[in-house]
């Protein structure tokens, strides 16, 4: 019983040094309310679907079993202008998750939904040679089968949709994605498309969970 209580607090712990980009007293940091979170969550239904599973063709993530901390920074550099994006920047902000504890409750829910739905993939003539690819440049960091962590807040890659992957790997080599480190940039632009493709395809064909 005292494991899971200390596992629980794991969500604020995180909240306490990820909100607002700097470190924060945890006894003030906002505690995540998941059931808070479920009401928030339903102005984010309408581009990332009622289960989180985004777009097949890849216009929008699956965000739904995403990692806590993952997803509670990735809103926080949109609420902060970090990661531009119009849309996300918008939904982000104090009027639509007023509260820095409604940022944590809608991260706390979405790392909790099934991650089903829809699964857009590539057409797979090159994923056997993507999933080489990604053992070797990618998966010291998000893992052997692209789960990433959620105590290091490395995103899980497995089962994202294909052409979103595609379009971030791409991001990261042009500069669009800020926020990534260095590093992203220098695994991806050696790549050829065929490659990029290759490494996305084999992600995407994994299963969510």
């Known amino acids: ?45 309408a581009c990332h679907g009622a ?8 216009s929008t993530p699956r965000i739904a079993g995403q990692h806590y901390s993952v997803l509670l920074k990735q809103l926080q550099d949109f609420r902060s202008g970090r990661r531009p994006n119009f849309r996300m920047g918008e939904l982000a902000d104090r009027h639509h998750l007023p509260q820095d504890r ?40 998000h ?13 899980r890659l497995a089962g994202q949709q294909y052409g979103y992957l595609v379009r971030q790997m791409y991001d990261a080599v042009d500069g669009r994605r800020t926020t990534l480190v260095e590093v992203h940039q220098r695994k991806v632009a050696p790549l050829d498309f065929d490659q990029v493709r290759g490494i996305a ?9």
């Open 1 to 45: 019983m005292r494991l899971q209580k200390k596992l629980w607090l794991l969500p604020a712990l995180l909240a306490a040094v990820a909100l607002g980009g700097e470190a924060v007293d945890s006894r003030h940091a906002p505690v995540p309310d998941a059931d808070a979170g479920a009401r928030l969550f339903a102005q984010c239904a």
């Open 51 to 58: 289960d989180g599973a985004g777009s097949r063709e890849g």
């Open 102 to 141: 409604d940022v944590a409750a809608v991260a706390l829910h979405v790392s909790r939904m099934p991650a089903g739905g829809a699964q857009g993939i590539g057409d797979g003539s090159q994923a056997s040679a993507g999933a080489l690819l990604f053992g070797a440049r990618c998966a010291a960091c």
């Open 143 to 155: 893992g052997a089968d692209g789960r990433g962590s959620d105590a290091r807040g490395v995103p």
């Open 201 to 209: 395809d084999n992600l995407s064909r994994i299963e969510p969970r």
